[in-house]
């Protein structure tokens, strides 16, 4: 319905679906103008899925809005208890240390933030440092400090990676969770 009021042609036909599903929960017919995506992601998404890989989140709110799928585990490490201890070491927020713990589990995975910049900015710190690539990622965090600085580094190919983002202050965990889940179900498809 809405696909057609909004402008889809600067994104790659895969996404569509995705695309639709972010408006859908957003409310937001002009967030369209804000998508910036990589052509490679669909595919990227799905070979993490059948491959199971896991689904790493900057926090529960996404974990929680995102459908698990078949094989792949879907974490967040926000409320590990080794997280605040390295935080306050690291003199850097929760997010952050708790991108750090993630480890080898990057390697081919997808990883998924709608919520914290400082969990972005520490993943490009790890990936420039030669930490194992992921998949995909999907980086929507929401709000006025450092959230549309992180994202247009991603929309830059910062990561290497291909990627979903949405430029500006917009996003949140209801996005980036909708947007996985419509990649995800387009690659069950």
Known sequence: MFAHAAQLA???????????????????????????????????VGAALDAQRPVLCDCEMVREGIAPPD???????????RVAPLAKAMGNTRSAAAVDL?????AGAVVVVGNAPTALFRLYE????????????????VGFVGAAESKALLAQGIAGVPYLTVLGRRGG???ASAAFNALAAGARA
Request: glycine fraction near 8%; hydrophobic fraction near 55%.
């Open 102 to 106: 993630w480890g080898d589990a990057l």
């Open 10 to 44: 600067h994104l790659p036909a895969s996404l569509e679906a995705t695309v639709v599903a972010m408006i859908e929960v957003s409310g937001m017919v002009d967030l369209v103008v804000d998508i910036r995506a990589d052509s490679g992601l669909a595919d990227a």
């Open 126 to 141: 790890l990936l420039a440092a030669g930490a194992p690539r992921p998949a995909a990622i999907i980086g929507i965090p």
């Open 173 to 175: 965990s209801a996005l």
């Open 71 to 81: 094989g792949s585990p879907v974490l967040s490490l926000l409320n590990d208890p």
